[in-house]
């Protein structure tokens, strides 16, 4: 059953590169400048820095951690990290309301 499973799941990827015809007469319109309100654009701004960030957040937090002799778990090291992040999104956002006004 897994083997077919996987063999259809090939073959309907495949077909989307095989017959590009689909898409054919469909043309990329950039979107416009008011295509989305203010707060989803300032939303996708906040995920980007926290998500971005937490790569870089989490082996920092961590290396102070033991630097510093303590030993926590990966839940709150990753808690702290994951605050780091929430931080800096935040005063981004505080800055960027800032300087719009």
């Known amino acids: 059953m897994k083997r077919f499973v996987a063999?259809?799941?090939?073959?309907?990827?495949?077909?989307?590169v095989a017959?590009?015809?689909?898409?054919?007469?469909?043309?990329?319109e950039?979107?416009?400048?008011t295509e989305?309100?203010?707060?989803?654009?300032?939303?996708?701004r906040a995920e980007c820095l926290f998500f971005g960030g937490l790569p870089i957040a989490?082996?920092?937090?961590?290396?102070?951690?033991?630097?510093f002799n303590k030993?926590?778990?990966f839940g709150k090291t990753l808690g702290?990290?994951?605050?780091?992040?929430?931080?800096i999104a935040l005063v981004d956002f505080i800055i960027g309301v800032v300087n719009e006004n």
């Open 30 to 33: 950039p979107y416009q400048k």
């Open 71 to 73: 030993d926590v778990s």
């Open 80 to 87: 702290i990290a994951c605050g780091i992040t929430a931080v």
């Open 7 to 16: 063999i259809v799941l090939v073959l309907c990827l495949m077909s989307l």
């Open 58 to 67: 989490f082996p920092v937090s961590a290396l102070a951690l033991n630097l």
């Open 36 to 44: 989305f309100p203010k707060w989803s654009l300032n939303l996708r």
């Open 19 to 28: 017959f590009p015809a689909f898409s054919a007469g469909v043309e990329y």
